[in-house]
């Protein structure tokens, strides 16, 4: 009874690197999501899918990419890792109605 | 649009107390309503949810929320706090039309004092 896998949990990238975050569901939901969470910013949306090859831009998606190549599958991409992309990563995914979340990834760029 | 207000950013009880988390949204028809809660290092995990029927939902670990509509509110309540409840809880509305997005509130700190 997985739910939602990330990988990795931690990961200390230098500026300019790049480096792809993996996130894994086993329920069959359609809907899957990216979000970065910051101190006294919440939640905020960076990608997300409607369905098995269907990406679309959240509300800050600039410096990163996305792909869903399978449906259980949502890849988060950082071509050029900044320092403003340091945060905690946390993919979801939903059948509609209430998401189910994974355990999220913590990110230094230095 | 859909918009969640959280107006308090910390609160802090005493344990064996009550509580009682505040939510107000915004939304242009029926909401689907969720309360979910983040232990430190943890992700979020879905406590409760109120989609349409009985205004007053049970969640797990003993926490319930009531939806009112006139006020359009939808606030948690526990009657007596653990202390393994500290944690940050975050109110959620939604969906909207499309890909079943939900707009999440900035969260609220629970501290648990002994």
């Known amino acids: 009874n997985a739910g939602v896998t990330q990988t990795p949990k931690f990961r200390v990238l230098k500026t300019g690197q790049s480096m792809t975050l993996l996130c894994a569901q086993d329920?069959?939901?359609?809907?899957m999501y990216w979000y970065r969470q910051d101190p006294g910013m919440g939640l905020r949306l960076i990608h997300y899918?409607?369905?098995?090859?269907?990406?679309a831009k959240g509300e800050v998606p600039d410096g990163y990419n996305v792909s869903r190549l399978k449906k259980q599958n949502f890849l988060l991409g950082l071509e050029s890792a900044a320092p403003s992309q340091t945060s905690v990563y946390f993919c979801?995914?939903?059948?509609?109605?209430?998401?189910?979340f994974g355990s999220g990834t913590r990110l230094t760029v230095v | 649009a859909q918009s969640v207000t959280q107006p308090d950013i910390h609160i802090t009880v005493s344990e064996g107390a009550s509580l009682e988390l505040r939510c107000n949204y915004s939304?242009?028809?029926?909401?689907?309503l969720f309360w979910y809660v983040q232990s430190p290092g943890q992700g979020l995990q879905l406590l409760l949810k109120y989609f349409s029927g009985d205004t007053l939902v049970q969640g797990i670990k003993g926490f319930e929320a009531e939806f009112k509509r006139s006020q359009s509110s939808f606030n948690l309540r526990k009657p007596s706090v653990h202390w393994s409840d500290a944690a940050e809880y975050f109110c959620?509305?939604?969906?909207?039309?499309?890909?079943?997005?939900?707009?999440f509130g900035d969260g609220t700190t629970l501290t648990v004092k002994p």
């Open positions: 899918s409607v369905g098995e090859g269907t990406t």
């Open positions: 329920m069959n939901h359609e809907y």
């Open positions: 939304y242009g028809a029926t909401p689907y």
């Open positions: 959620a509305v939604g969906p909207n039309t499309n890909a079943g997005k939900s707009t």
């Open positions: 979801a995914s939903s059948a509609r109605y209430g998401y189910t």
